[in-house]
T-cell receptor
Framework: DTGVSQNPRHKITKRGQNVTFRCDPI?????LYWYRQTLGQGPEFLTYFQNEAQLEKSRLLSDRFSAERPKGSFSTLEIQRTEQGDSAMYLC????????????FGQGTRLTVV | GDSVTQMEGPVTLSEEAFLTINCTYTATGYPSLFWYVQYPGEGLQLLLK?????DKGSNKGFEATYRKETTSFHLEKGSVQVSDSAVYFCALTNQAGTALIFGKGTTLSVSS
């Protein structure tokens, strides 16, 4: 299967701990996106990368959040000092450059902060 | 800013019924419009898209027409199946064309 892969699928952490999620995009895709989805809501854009460059960040991405995409391959999303409000599904998507190219989504990482 | 509004769910239908899920949008410029579907336990999948006014996207019996005059992109299917039960998301590209903006999603439940 050469789809978008996210790990872990589920993460339970105590408030105040740091967590890191990983996304492996489709190999030939140069754009990679992170979204957050809470219950009953659609995915909300967090940030995106073109190759290794982080080109856009949503105001939802507080300074406790950081994302990287070293060498333009896989990406990590780290949340420091987690809060209960961070509990959500974190989705990764990848696509090629172009206005109308399809974005392919991973199955997401469900974070629960207790 | 750009936004998408979908009809509230859940939508509950019997097999072979006609489906409409309403979607309207607010956007600057001329966004591309999409419908994504999320089946239970799976990731989001592109169902169909339309890139300019009056375009009709279609896939798996679903259709949606890009209506610029009413800023709408309603999803329709003539005869739903139990396997269509899922959450459906309407989305558009943001002004820069770099990311998708999603509606809240509409849950469809089809019974036999």
């Amino acid at each position: 299967d050469t789809g978008v892969s996210q790990n872990p699928r589920h993460k339970i952490t105590k408030r105040g701990q740091n967590v890191t999620f990983r996304c492996d995009p489709i190999s030939e895709h140069n754009r990679l996106y992170w979204y957050r989805q809470t219950l009953g809501q659609g995915p909300e854009f967090l940030t995106y990368f073109q190759n290794e460059a982080q080109l856009e960040k949503s105001r939802l991405l507080s300074d406790r959040f950081s994302a990287e995409r070293p060498k333009g391959s896989f990406s990590t999303l780290e949340i420091q000092r987690t809060e209960q409000g961070d509990s959500a599904m974190y989705l990764c998507a990848s696509r090629n450059t172009g206005m109308n190219t399809e974005a392919f989504f991973g199955q997401g990482t469900r974070l629960t902060v207790v | 800013g750009d936004s998408v509004t979908q009809m509230e769910g859940p939508v509950t239908l019997s097999e072979e019924a006609f489906l409409t899920i309403n979607c309207t949008y607010t956007a600057t410029g001329y966004p591309s419009l999409f419908w994504y579907v999320q089946y239970p336990g799976e990731g989001l999948q592109l169902l169909l898209k339309a890139t300019k006014a009056d375009d009709k996207g279609s896939n798996k019996g679903f259709e949606a027409t890009y209506r610029k005059e009413t800023t709408s992109f309603h999803l329709e299917k003539g005869s739903v199946q139990v396997s269509d039960s899922a959450v459906y998301f309407c989305a558009l590209t943001n002004q820069a064309g770099t990311a998708l903006i999603f509606g809240k999603g509409t849950t469809l439940s089809v019974s036999s």
